[in-house]
């Protein structure tokens, strides 16, 4: 795949889908120690309805990317609940909305960056909170780079699965602010942080999709 166009976005978010499934446990033991344990669940939740809406395109299928990610968007406000549904909606819904109908690897770090902007807009976290963002905006960054490189989408793609799973690793040692797991205070040290290890998940899902 060059260019993100519909039937990588559909080919992104079925291997999404699969990967939070296969992943599920582990998001859950992740919440356990810093929250209430529903993270796996929540998202299973939320993709199991996203591929139904997948399996029920709109006439005609999907006009472009932006429109199969804003329906992700939308069905995972409705579907997920929690703080990660809302947070995840949005950014699917504001990526979607920034993105145009064939994205180089510039503008699909244009749309990742939406998301980004979205997440924080919603939720007020900044880097180092242990949330999302920690994953998401050093995928952002390294997505950029690539792109002004000359990268291809696959490389591009997996450079920001690259950062966002180093991102996510690099929140086991932060207290976190944001979030449930700010209720422990200094207890939130030690453990990565679920979200920022789901959206890793989701990123890299991408750079598969995108090497395929
Ligand atoms: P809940 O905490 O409501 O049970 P989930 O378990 O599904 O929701 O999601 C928890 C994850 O949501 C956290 O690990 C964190 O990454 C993310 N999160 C929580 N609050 C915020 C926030 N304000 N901004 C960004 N991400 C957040
Ligand atoms: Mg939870
Ligand atoms: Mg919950």
Redesign the pocket.
């Known amino acids: 795949h060059r260019t993100l166009d519909t039937a990588l976005a559909e080919a992104w978010i079925r291997t999404a889908a699969a990967a939070v499934e296969d992943a599920e446990r582990h998001l859950t033991a992740l ?1 356990t120690a810093i ?2 344990g ?2 796996g669940s ?2 299973r939740r939320g993709f199991t309805a996203v591929l139904a809406a997948l399996d029920a395109p709109p006439e005609g299928g999907f006009e472009s990317p932006g429109a199969l990610l804003r329906t992700v968007g939308s069905t995972l406000t409705a579907k ?6 809302p ?1 995840y909606g949005q950014a699917f819904r504001a990526a979607g909305a920034e993105l145009p109908p064939d994205a180089d690897p510039a503008a699909c770090a244009d749309a990742l960056a939406a998301g980004l902007a979205a ?1 924080r807009a ?4 900044e880097p180092g ?5 920690d994953a998401l905006a050093p995928a952002v960054d390294a997505l950029r780079a690539a792109a002004e490189t000359g990268a291809t989408l696959a490389r591009a793609t997996a450079a920001a699965a690259d950062a966002a799973e180093r991102g996510a690793r690099d929140t086991t040692p932060l207290q976190a602010r ?4 700010s209720y422990l205070g200094p207890r939130s040290t030690g453990h990565q ?4 290890t789901s959206a890793a998940l989701l990123l890299r899902a991408l750079a598969d999709a995108a090497a395929r």
């Open positions: 919440d929250g209430d529903d993270h929540n998202l997920v609940g929690g703080a990660s549904g947070l997440v919603l939720g007020g976290a909170d242990k949330t999302l963002v944001r979030g449930r797991a942080d679920p979200g920022a």
